[in-house]
């Protein structure tokens, strides 16, 4: 049995819409998907299905929270000194 080991569904995709993608292509190949932080991720229990859905929408919000606080960043700095990298 082929397997791949990730930390978090965090580290695997930071949208939802990719998550589901990328589970459902591992299971219609033979590959298991191990994560560290969250166990059972290829159970069909529609508990599990939704607790990991609910997991990949906070990932999506997290990232969403680091775009804006960097484009913050870079208009400060921006507004600052005229330039910014």
Do not use: W
């Not at 932080?37 to 969403?64: N, S, T």
């Amino acid at each position: 049995m082929k397997a791949i080991v990730i930390e978090g569904l965090s580290r695997l995709a930071r949208n939802l819409y990719v998550q589901e993608a990328i589970l459902r292509d591992l299971q219609a190949n033979g590959v298991e998907l191990i994560s560290v932080q969250e166990p059972d991720l290829g159970k069909r229990d529609p508990a599990r299905e939704r607790f990991r859905q609910i997991m990949g929408e906070f990932a999506e919000y997290k990232k969403q929270m680091i775009v804006l606080k960097l484009r913050a960043a870079r208009e400060r700095k921006r507004a600052a000194t005229g330039r910014c990298p």
